[in-house]
């Protein structure tokens, strides 16, 4: 793994706490530029990386079914076992609007309900918002798994590319709305592909191109954010797709140098951490919200708290990484590995590292 993509995505997952973080206490006293109101363009920032990643690594799947098994697991165990933590915790306290969804201590489990759990647990794409609420993105992910998996499995790496940007363009027609199957969004893995293999293929070109595209892409969306200029969704979102997938490009050209950084052992851990973060975060944010409901604070001391709120976020967040994240995927792949090997003989290659 490219260390300088956990940099990245270090700075997206702190980019979302910041933002969630103000929702806990009273109005914020002080406010980072971008962070405090637009930190869900850190989700977006994941989707590019997410797009060179897997592009990067297909080629060491064997199949379509071990590529498939290999993203699904990625994401799912963690997923699972923190969205039933979530469940659980809101049954007990009452409801929590900022935990999850649609929650109360008297759950009706008729059959539109049991779907829609059924989907929530499994990550499937639905017109509602998944019962955890910050899944929503993983639905995306999976998307984007599904169809560029079977296009690169049946036609290879190109088609893969063409179909993921067609599916972009059928969104931002407006002909499938709601639709996460066809949405501008895989626009964003679309832009990590194009990046890793510019990076890949043609690295000084890339470098000097994402240097040359970075400032005036991002310049382009921030005009919109603040209302400067109107751009539409699928103005913005090519915008920022090309800004994210330079600014991927440029600190790839970095990464012989990042060892040199000051902390830079943390930054890596927070990266590979970020998953965890991502998810852990919401369930201490959601229960802190459900008790803090009508307390008010001094400015002074709902800013302590705020960032003693994420930081204890964070560490929290690397235990869950470390002792629970790490191990179940680890037992997944594994339990996997046993069975293909035992029922097919194919070839595994190395489970863990494979599937970051």
């Excluded at 929702?23 to 930190?39: C, E, Y």
């Excluded at 990464?255 to 902390?263: F, I, K, Q, V």
Aim: aromatic share 16%.
């Amino acid at each position: 793994m490219y260390q300088s993509l956990q940099y990245l995505r270090a700075l997206a997952v702190i980019s979302v706490l910041i933002l969630h973080s103000h929702s806990l206490f009273t109005t914020p006293v002080f406010k980072l530029p971008l962070f405090s109101n637009f930190g869900w363009l850190g989700v977006r920032l994941f989707f590019v990386i997410s797009g060179f990643i897997v592009a990067d690594r297909i080629s060491h799947c064997v199949d379509l079914r071990d590529y498939l098994i290999r993203r699904y697991f990625r994401v799912f165990p963690l997923y699972f076992l923190v969205t039933l933590a979530a469940l659980v915790i809101a049954s007990v306290f009452g409801k929590s609007p900022f935990l999850l969804v649609k929650t109360d201590t008297g759950m009706p489990f008729d059959p539109q309900w049991t779907a829609y759990l059924i989907k929530s647990f499994l990550i499937l794409p639905q017109d509602d918002w998944p019962l955890f609420a910050v899944g929503w993105s993983l639905e995306f992910e999976l998307v984007f798994y599904a169809f560029f998996g079977l296009a690169y499995f049946m036609a290879g790496a190109l088609t893969a590319r063409l179909v993921l940007f067609s599916l972009a363009l059928v969104g931002a027609t407006g002909l499938m709305p709601g639709s996460q199957v066809a949405h501008v969004f895989l626009l964003y893995f679309f832009a990590g592909c194009i990046c890793r293999d510019a990076y890949r293929y043609w690295r000084r070109g890339s470098f000097i191109a994402s240097l040359t595209a970075f400032p005036s892409a991002t310049a382009l969306w921030v005009l919109d954010l603040y209302g400067h200029i109107d751009f539409g969704l699928f103005g913005f979102v090519v915008a920022s797709a090309v800004s994210f997938a330079s600014l991927v490009v440029l600190f790839l050209s970095l990464e012989p140098y990042l060892h040199r950084m000051p902390m830079h052992a943390k930054i890596v851990l927070i990266g590979d951490a970020s998953f965890s973060i991502y998810l852990i975060h919401w369930v201490i944010f959601g229960s802190l919200s459900g008790m803090l409901i009508g307390v008010n604070f001094a400015p002074g001391v709902a800013e302590a708290m705020r960032l003693l709120v994420v930081v204890g976020s964070v560490v929290a967040s690397i235990l869950v990484y470390r002792h629970i994240e790490i191990p179940v995927n680890e037992r997944v792949i594994s339990g996997v590995r046993v069975f293909r090997s035992s029922g097919s003989g194919h070839r595994q290659s190395d489970a863990v590292q494979n599937t970051q």
